[in-house]
């Protein structure tokens, strides 16, 4: 069972906030940090001091971490042109020593489109599918060919289809609980497949219908990597769960119904329950990002309980 951070700037976070995370789950052996494709927070809070943009950010771990994999969860497609993203994402990977995942999502929260400015269509999962073909398309031309495409929101024409990424194929990660369209997309496009702050019940039955439409286009279903993210909030003891969740202003009950909460033994069996239904990896939505010793705690005493 892999571990990755899993972090969300937009409530509250500066570069050299999320750097120091971002090195110390790499000191910790984490497996990957990931952050938010966000520009306005949610919730309460102040959002102080304001939004980072998450491929600016990932371009600067890029160069200030070594062997930790990098991405999202996700990247709004209603944020960048594909083309644009296709460019973006190769050069950070070739900046980590091709270490980029990327994490695309249709985008969903209008509030902060309206805050700054962003168009924000209907139809987003046709355009995500048509930005899924593109990005991809891009990279996996040869070099030396050009990329044309004609969709019905994106057209391109004589693309040189260049930078190449440093990986010969940068992983694609796509999730969601959407019962037909999602699974399709993830079956025809991605390395990976995420089930967002869902119970096991829930994941399973949302990995059943990844394997299936990935047999269905003639895919092994065990070729994609099944994950969730859950909301991390681990003590030594009952006390100190209590801290954490009052920290982050979340109650103790809430977080272990709906996330990995508890003493190291509790979170490591509520993992286990979610590798019976399939899952091989966890994005743990760390709440508080100055608390590193949380990180600590669940590298020591959960980390190496896990198969």
Not at 13 to 24: C, F, G, K, P
Not at 32 to 40: E, T
Not at 146 to 164: Q, W
Request: proline fraction near 5%.
């Amino acid at each position: 069972m892999d571990l990755r951070i899993f972090t969300e700037p937009q409530q509250g976070a500066s570069y050299e906030t999320l750097l120091r995370v971002a090195r110390a789950a790499e000191q910790l052996g984490y497996d990957g940090f990931f952050r938010s494709d966000h520009y306005l927070r949610m919730g309460d809070g102040d959002g102080l001091p304001g939004p980072t943009d998450a491929w600016i950010t990932l371009a600067g771990l890029a160069r200030e971490t070594e062997r930790i994999r990098l991405g999202t969860l996700m990247t709004a497609a209603t944020f960048r042109l594909p083309g644009v993203l296709a460019i973006q994402v190769a050069q950070v990977d070739a900046m980590s020593g091709g270490r980029v995942e990327l994490g695309l999502g249709a985008g969903w929260f209008g509030e902060e489109h309206a805050a700054y400015g962003i168009p924000f269509p209907e139809r987003r999962i046709d355009r995500l599918e048509e930005q899924l073909a593109v990005v991809t398309g891009l990279w996996e031309t040869e070099l030396g060919d050009t990329f044309d495409f004609e969709g019905t929101y994106y057209r391109l024409k004589d693309s040189p289809a260049l930078p190449k990424p440093v990986q010969q194929r940068i992983p694609v990660l796509l999730g969601g609980m959407g019962p037909r369209r999602t699974p399709a997309l993830a079956a025809r496009y991605a390395a990976e497949f995420n089930a967002p702050f869902a119970s096991v019940e829930e994941t399973g039955a949302q990995f059943a219908r990844v394997r299936a439409a990935a047999e269905e286009r003639g895919r092994p279903a065990h070729d994609l990597v099944y994950s969730n993210a859950l909301v991390v909030c681990v003590g030594r003891d009952d006390a100190e769960v209590a801290r954490r969740a009052a920290a982050v202003g979340r109650e103790v009950d809430e977080l272990k119904a709906n996330g990995l909460a508890g003493t190291p033994s509790e979170v490591v069996d509520r993992i286990g329950r979610y590798q019976e239904v399939g899952s091989r990896r966890i994005y743990l939505q760390v709440l508080d990002l100055d608390d590193l010793d949380h990180l600590e705690l669940v590298a020591t005493h959960v980390k190496p309980q896990l198969g």
